[in-house]
């Protein structure tokens, strides 16, 4: 099978709408991400509808964007992937959709991309280019999901551990809102956290010392309600840095245990919450002490993107052949 020379990517799960040009298998050649997280944070979280709708108005603009980017007229793209889950079935069916039109008026192949697999393909894009090989333990970390993946090759995939109620960034967008944070609160209780001190109030660790990869991140987001009321006036920058601290330490703590116990000798981190600047720091240095090199995407690539999904669907096409058919429906609770 040849090589795609050019494969669009689409990626509509939730609310950002993007679009990216991949040549080959890991050559970026344009990326574009629009997000409609503005539209949404007067509302507290993403609203499926409004998320439908603006997809739907962006998406054409974004595309014709992206090709004018590249350099390339739509007839040389050779490979079309697009996510059909986990996610939003609204938001989902507007990319897939856009995705299986362009495919079909082309008569290309057509691809559907796992958004979770997806993340771990952002880490195959960018400098050194050895930098996603796998075998290694992937820790996919977003505001959907936080869960450890043992990758012993691209395509075979074995969660051995996942939270069992709310996702890292869930419990951080969550406890934004108590602090008066806009929608997604993540980047802005980075930051926030710099200026505050991690050791003002000690949150509890939820399953650290528990055996197994689990993660339970409710519990916590309830500790910070709590204490908000009984302390009305805690400095907000120092609840965002003893709640990041309680965060960053779990997640370093299980999956460093996790790569050990199956003996993997990388640790790649994926998802909106890899690009937080207190787990990159808490991780790379406890993997050097145990000898995992610890690997995240660059911070563009963490969030929701499409150069992801092309670099998944391109994999998959080049190395086994695959495509999809155009019956292909949305998957909005696929797993991996
Ligand atoms: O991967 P993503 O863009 O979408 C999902 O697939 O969920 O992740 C979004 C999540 C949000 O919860 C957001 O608050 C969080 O990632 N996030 C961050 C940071 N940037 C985004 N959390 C902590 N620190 C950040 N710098
Ligand atoms: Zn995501």
């Known amino acids: 099978m040849s090589c795609p020379s050019y494969t669009l990517g689409i990626e509509t799960s939730c609310d950002e709408t993007a679009v990216a040009i991949l040549e080959g298998e890991t050559t970026l050649v344009a990326n574009f991400v629009y997000s409609q997280a503005e539209l949404h944070a007067r509302y507290g979280g993403v609203v499926p509808e409004v998320a439908s709708r603006n997809h739907l108005r962006m998406l054409p603009y974004l595309i014709r964007e992206t090709l004018t980017h590249a350099g390339i007229?739509?007839?040389?793209?050779?490979?079309?992937?697009?996510?059909?889950?986990p996610g939003l079935v609204g938001p989902?069916?507007?990319?897939?959709s856009h995705g299986k039109g362009i495919a079909f008026g082309l008569d290309v192949p057509f691809i559907g991309v796992n958004h979770?697999?997806?993340?771990?393909?952002?880490?195959?894009?960018?400098?050194?280019?050895?930098?996603?090989?796998?075998?290694?333990?992937?820790?996919?970390?977003?505001?959907g999901h936080t869960s450890l993946v043992a990758v012993p090759e691209y395509g075979e995939y074995q969660v051995v551990g996942a939270?069992?109620?709310d996702a890292a960034g869930e419990a951080l967008d969550k406890m934004g809102k108590m602090l008066g944070?806009?929608?997604?609160?993540?980047?802005?209780?980075?930051?926030?956290?710099?200026?505050g001190d991690h050791t003002a109030i000690r949150f509890p660790r939820p399953m650290e010392a528990a055996p197994g990869f689990d993660f339970s991140f409710a519990g916590l987001k309830t500790a910070v309600l709590y204490h908000l009321r009984k302390y009305p006036n805690e400095k907000p920058e120092d609840v965002a840095a003893s709640f990041l601290a309680s965060v960053v330490s779990v997640l370093v703590k299980k999956s460093i245990d996790a790569t050990r116990r199956y003996r993997f000798e990388r640790l790649v981190v994926v998802g909106g919450v890899a690009a937080n600047c207190h787990l990159r720091e808490a991780l790379v240095p406890c993997g050097t002490e145990h000898g995992i090199k610890v690997f995240f995407p660059?911070?563009?690539?963490?969030?929701?993107?499409?150069?992801?999904?092309?670099?998944?669907?391109?994999?998959?096409?080049?190395?086994?052949?695959?495509?999809?058919?155009?019956?292909?429906?949305?998957?909005?609770?696929?797993?991996?």
């Open 92 to 96: 989902l069916l507007v990319g897939l």
């Open 116 to 143: 979770l697999e997806g993340h771990i393909f952002a880490n195959r894009l960018g400098e050194p280019a050895d930098r996603g090989s796998p075998p290694f333990m992937a820790l996919v970390v977003s505001g």
């Open 73 to 85: 007229s739509i007839n040389q793209l050779s490979l079309v992937a697009a996510t059909y889950g």
């Open 163 to 165: 939270t069992v109620d």
């Open 181 to 195: 944070i806009a929608y997604p609160a993540g980047p802005a209780i980075d930051r926030l956290a710099y200026r």
């Open 298 to 336: 660059s911070l563009k690539l963490c969030t929701d993107n499409a150069a992801m999904i092309a670099a998944a669907g391109a994999f998959h096409f080049l190395h086994e052949g695959k495509s999809d058919p155009l019956s292909l429906a949305p998957a909005p609770s696929l797993g991996l």
